[in-house]
């Protein structure tokens, strides 16, 4: 009976735990700006909560999708690596985030259509946020180049310089900007210049843009942004959403516990009723028993949603030619179980 082993130890683990916690946390949604609603599995930054049993402050999310919202401004703020990024829109149904840097939509570093952007794009290991590859191609930028006497500065065809009126370089320097994968093999460019920096753009914009990539159309596509995703199939998330919960993790990316609707907390997932009819299905015909062998079945329901608790040792007879097994009721601890 390893099947039925196994789903009486996850009912007992399900069960074990008495901790609750405020269902207000949880929030439905969180309108921010025109276009960006904040719910699970993302939370605002700002709803953390003390479960009953832990010390350590906690949320109801995954780790690393924390938003901040600036209700005056209209913005919804991500975090990657210290780095802000402006949430454009949150797609729940594909699992997808579309976020664009910040310091690049408030014109940092030139003019608003030449902006200048001054990092790479990290995505931390801890978070469960990942950079979509199908969605995203990559830009290089070669900031403030200057070549040596007798060096010369690659053809405007294999790498265009930057040619926007508001763009800032250094003087007697040049910038480039191209598609990662048209950047010259073995180039002496990252040598030559100050910062050479990798970020992602959506693909669909790049395309858009590409044919004045080097004026201001670099600035249009970094504008747009690029795309994260997610996977609520990762870690140990799957159980306690199939049963109807919600995960909670500590601030340190542990995960602690499953958040039920009637505000208890499951250590794996929450029982269900019918978890329990599921149950008494299995019982009722264990086949390819021998029938001299006998064994004990249990029936659990849960507490916590109003049933009751049965336990019912049962054994196993012969019941046909063939030999197979079934449970039939020998003793009802609880009277309530029916054979």
């Known amino acids: ?86 949430v454009l829109d949150i797609d729940y149904d594909n699992h997808t985030v579309t976020v664009a840097d910040a310091d690049v939509l408030d014109g940092g ?70 598609v990662q994968p048209d950047v010259p093999p073995k180039d002496s460019l990252p040598g030559a210049c100050r910062a050479v920096i990798t970020v992602p753009v959506l693909k669909y914009w790049l395309d858009e843009y590409l044919p004045k990539l080097n004026d201001d159309g670099y600035g249009k596509v970094l504008k747009h942004g ?40 499951g250590n794996l997932g929450c029982v269900r009723p019918a978890v329990s009819v599921e149950l008494r299905g299995m019982l009722e015909c264990n086949a390819s028993i021998h029938p001299k062998n006998h064994g004990v079945c249990l029936l659990i329901s849960h507490k916590r949603l109003g049933m009751d608790i049965s336990v019912a040792e049962l054994t196993l007879t012969e019941s046909s030619r063939d030999g197979s097994g079934r449970c039939v009721r020998r003793q009802d601890t609880a009277g309530h179980l029916e054979s």
């Open 1 to 86: 009976m390893p099947r039925l082993l196994l789903l009486l130890l996850l009912l007992l683990a399900a069960d074990a735990n008495d901790t609750r916690y405020n269902g207000g946390t949880c929030q439905a949604s969180f309108p921010c700006g025109a276009n960006v609603n904040i719910h699970y599995p993302f939370f605002l930054d700002n709803a953390t909560m003390v479960t009953d049993g832990y010390t350590a402050f906690s949320y109801c999310g995954y780790p690393g999708m924390a938003v901040a919202c600036d209700e005056k401004a209209g913005r919804a703020t991500l975090w990657l690596k210290g780095d802000n990024y402006t």
């Open 109 to 178: 570093g030139g003019g608003g259509d030449c902006p200048r952007v001054k990092h790479n794009v990290t995505v931390p290991e801890e978070t469960w946020l990942k950079l979509s590859t199908a969605a995203n191609d990559n830009l290089v930028f070669f900031f403030d180049c200057a070549f040596a006497a007798g060096t010369p500065k690659p053809p405007p065809a294999a790498l265009p310089p930057i040619n926007c009126s508001g763009f800032r370089e250094g003087s007697g320097m040049t910038s480039f900007v191209a």
């Open 226 to 265: 690029f795309q994260l995703t997610w996977d609520p199939s990762a870690g140990p998330c799957t159980m306690c959403e199939n049963s109807g919960g919600l995960c909670s993790y500590n601030q340190g990316g542990d995960f602690l516990g499953c958040l039920c609707p009637e505000r208890s907390v």
